[in-house]
């Protein structure tokens, strides 16, 4: 029996490999230990080409593990996919229904397919705002339509876990607050929602927490807020009279320094604790005063390029060798 | 059976498959029509004509001399024991031979329009199974479908049954339909059809719409296993344009019971005999016959043992290969 406790998604160890055409191995996801605890809107986040799409993939049957364990619910997947996936509603990559039948026919095959009534397919066409085009065919929908109608086919589950993969992509503006107020509507309800997005603005809206991949390994994990945190005493922006003195006064003392227009942008080591006080003091004691110094706001944003910049910079020797 | 009701509600819903099942109904329609208009009554008009020919032909000074030369040496023309009286009742044009048409038999049609019929349904049906299948993974709509029924050979195995029962129920309506209207015009026209003939053609609809099913079923997996109609149908062509060729070069004797056409004919007509260049005749054999009999149970074998094989090929690589 399932743990009630259990995150509602655990991967240890995953890995996936997979061959091209010509024969090479290719390491798509290595080793990656994903938890996500239940309730709330979890992103996931990583550059193009990090895992993050086949991971989605592998926890939903789509694709099989090469190595690893996977649980949903608490379930071993793939094993146990079928217990666990009448609670799971997702849209991987683009939308994907039959061009031919209307959105409706394509949301009322999938309903009788769990069982749903053909109540629960007009509710859910409501639901995302396509209750007027839901008998129109579905190669007459614009992107953002399509769209929609993916997340309705979702919605016809009343899932428990809600797994998304760039739910945004081709709405309008109006599109995207829709869906937005959605998720977070779903979070705040008891519903886990796993959002992956390029769009770091929108999770770092959106999302209580957050895990970061690159090269297919997890990078950072963690509440937005203390990914946040962690990273806003990283950086300060420093105005001094003489900024070509202080600069070569930091980078002796250890700091990292780059000019941006008149001002000084000085970070600490990536492993030692960053005290922005340390700053001032270094160049008061050579008689180097401050004018201003502001701490640079870390958002999801810089932490994410940094996190996978620095992944990018440790894994690049690897890669063509696919194997880690 | 819920995951069947709506795979077949995919099939019958599937635009393609009307338009194969519309095609096929027109054809089936045509090759009856052309058969009752073929064999139609003679009228008076023609009969006064056709007689009127009659004469002027048996009248002709080439007639006569034909007669005068069979007359003199019968043996030659019509072999050993034949005589004049041979000549004149074979030489002789009959109305019929004039008006160039016999009544309807369906005994007759049984060997002509009712192998026409069930060769052409089976095509289309092949066509059928196969853009069921290459439907799903031409839209991506197979992985949709999936995130709501992962178990994968309840799919495989659900539109199967969609394949087979749609295309068997289409093959017998259509063939069933053939049949019916040739008799109520046989009916209609005062020619009896006696019992034995009646029940060879229901057998032979069985063998038909069981033979169509198979070849929807069989398109469909060829199809789950290619992943691509225009794959399936690419298989098809090459075959029809150089597969029979291919199997009757092979070095064996008899490799005609190797193929597939051969096959299919000796299921569709209960057993027949088919050529085979291999057997040796000496010139100075009379007679001899250069066939070979395929029987009922061959065919059916073969054809069982051929759709087996793509079955089991196509069903295990469906559960472990990744969809796409």
């Not at chain 2, 063939?175 to 019992?195: E, M, N, P, Q, S």
Request: charged share 20%; hydrophobic share 45%; glycine share 10%.
């Amino acid at each position: 029996m399932a743990d009630t406790d259990a995150p509602v998604i655990e991967t240890t160890g995953l890995r996936k490999e997979f061959r091209t055409r010509r024969g090479r191995r290719v390491v798509a996801v290595d080793g990656l230990d994903l938890v996500v605890p239940a309730g709330g809107v979890h992103g996931f986040l990583g550059p193009n080409g990090s895992g993050k799409t086949t991971t989605i993939r592998m926890l939903l049957g789509l694709a099989r593990a090469t190595r690893g364990e996977m649980r949903l619910f608490g379930q071993p997947v793939p094993h146990r996919l079928s217990a666990v996936m009448g609670r799971i509603g997702a849209v991987v990559e683009q939308p994907k229904f039959l061009p031919s039948f209307s959105g409706r026919k394509n949301l009322i095959l999938l309903a009788r397919t769990i069982g749903a009534p053909s109540s629960a397919v007009d509710s859910a066409l409501a639901q995302v705002g396509l209750a007027g085009r839901g008998r129109d065919r579905y190669k007459s929908y614009s992107l953002g339509m399509k769209q929609r109608l993916a997340i309705a086919a979702t919605l016809l589950k009343s899932p428990d876990l809600l797994i998304l993969d760039e739910p945004t992509n081709g709405l309008d503006p109006a599109g995207i607050r829709d869906i937005r107020t959605m998720i977070r509507g779903l979070g705040e309800s008891g519903v886990t929602v796993l959002l992956s997005s390029h769009i770091l603005a929108e999770v770092q809206q959106v999302c209580h927490s957050v895990s970061i991949i690159g090269s297919g390994r997890l990078l950072a994990s963690g509440a937005v807020d203390d990914l946040v945190a962690a990273g806003r005493a990283t950086r300060v922006r420093v105005e001094v009279g003489d900024p070509v003195r202080a600069r070569a006064i930091l980078e002796e003392d250890g700091f990292r320094v780059h000019h941006e227009g008149e001002r000084l942008v000085v970070s600490g080591d990536a492993d030692e604790p960053f005290d922005p006080e340390m700053v001032s003091r270094a160049l008061a004691t050579r008689q180097l005063y401050v004018r201003e110094l502001t701490p640079v706001r870390a958002d999801l944003e810089s932490v994410f390029l940094q996190l996978t910049r620095d992944d990018s910079l440790v894994s690049e020797p690897p890669a063509a060798g696919g194997a880690a | 059976m819920r995951l069947l009701r709506v795979e077949l509600s995919r099939f019958f819903s599937r635009r393609a498959v009307a338009m194969l099942l519309l095609a096929a109904a027109l054809l089936t329609a045509l090759v009856a029509g052309t058969t009752i208009w073929g064999t139609r009554p003679v009228d008076a008009a023609e009969q006064a004509r056709a007689e009127a020919r009659v004469q002027a032909i048996t009248s002709s000074p080439e007639y006569k001399r034909d007669l005068a030369n069979c007359q003199e040496s019968p043996e030659d023309l019509f072999g050993p024991g034949a005589d004049a009286a041979d000549c004149r009742r074979l030489l002789a044009p009959s109305t019929a031979d004039v008006v160039g048409r016999v009544p309807l038999a369906l005994a007759d049609e049984v060997d002509d329009s009712g192998i026409a019929v069930i060769v052409i349904v089976t095509v289309l049906m092949i066509v059928a199974g196969t853009t069921f299948a290459g439907a799903d993974w031409a839209s991506g709509s197979m992985s949709n479908q999936m995130l709501f029924e992962p178990r994968r050979q309840r799919v495989w195995w659900a539109k199967a049954g969609a394949a087979l029962v749609g295309t068997g129920v289409a093959a017998a309506v259509l063939i069933a339909a053939f049949w019916v209207a040739l008799y109520l015009v046989a009916d209609a026209r005062g020619i009896g059809t006696g019992a034995a003939v009646q029940t060879d053609i229901r057998w032979m609809v069985a063998r038909g719409v069981s033979l169509a099913a198979l070849a929807g079923f069989g398109g469909y997996a060829l199809t789950m296993l290619l992943r691509h109609t225009v794959g399936t149908l690419a298989v098809l062509f090459v075959y029809a344009a150089g597969g029979e060729a291919l199997i009757s070069l092979l070095p064996v004797e008899r490799s005609g019971q190797y193929s597939p056409a051969e096959n299919v004919f000796a299921w569709i007509r209960d057993g027949g005999r088919v050529f085979d260049s291999s057997i040796d005749c000496p010139v100075s054999s009379a007679g001899c016959d250069q066939t070979f009999q395929l029987t009922l149970l061959h065919g059916g074998a073969y054809l069982a043992v051929l759709v087996l094989l793509v079955t089991v090929v196509s069903a295990v690589l469906f559960q472990r290969r990744d969809i796409p």
